[in-house]
């Protein structure tokens, strides 16, 4: 395998200037043009900022893109953040991006080009995993495609706001990379929702971790509590006073923390944690008051779902 003649490529760079960009108040009207090489991620990077909630559009000639931007800008109810891809399988239009890329610099908005490579053993290696011919090999080998692509790109990686190296990253990491990199500090964060529910009326199928706090004294006994939900005050002191449940939230603070810090790391975007009792009205309701109130104050952004409340 020949060396990578693009050393400037082995290592990841997110520009000074839009380093924490997502830690900024949302604007409007902003534009990312996402290029780079076949293989090194586009679809991936794309894929992350649809799931921030841009518009994105796939494989357009760049001419058009000024003229989609303004169509989805005037979609009721959108917020103007527009995605593109744009790459050289577009063939002589794609010659054209460094006067649209110019063009849109000029205008009232934010724009991002942001370009994805990565070295050529990577890439070769991929294209081998997926066994597709690269899109500019022709009669040549992969090899070739590659080189010949980096040569046509050249001049878009310099002029790029964010290059991001894609080599020593998998699809998790780069998709945690553009969140990092464009999304806001809110969209960063890991979603929890608390779900009560009665075991009587199922297992919720969306649960990610199910707990069974039918252990607990039930309040359905007491006569003054059996009208009322796990909501009330009276019913929750009840229930929380046990010391069963008291140790129960305790532990489950405990063990749900470290997952919940491993789900962010591995990029999951929200998570359901169930807990159930028989009817799902007064002891599921109150644990998953406390708990989600605890995960609140540990900085957690927190739902709170009843889902079988005023069933019976």
Known sequence: MSKDPHPGDDASVVTDQHRGAGDAAQRRGEIIIITGLAGAGRETAAHALEDLGWYVVYNIVPQLIPTLYELQATAEGRDNRFAVVVDPRSGPFFGELADVVAQLREADLRLRLVFLTADEATLVRRFDSVRRPHPLQGEEGVLEGIRREREVLAPYRRMADVVIDTSPLNVHELTM??????????????????????????????????????????????????????????????????ANAAEFVDRYLEMIIPVLRGYTTENKHSTTLAIGCTGGKHRSVAISEKIGEELRRAGHAVRIRHRDLGRE
Do not use: C
């Open 177 to 242: 990379k553009m969140r990092s990199t464009f999304g806001t500090q809110a969209e960063q964060r890991l979603t929890v929702t608390m779900l009560s529910f009665g075991f009587k009326y199922g297992i919720p199928l969306e649960a990610d971790h199910v707990s069974d706090v039918r252990f607990i004294p039930n309040p359905y006994w007491v006569p003054e509590l059996r009208p009322k939900r796990g909501t009330d005050k009276e019913v929750s002191d009840f229930v929380l006073g046990d």
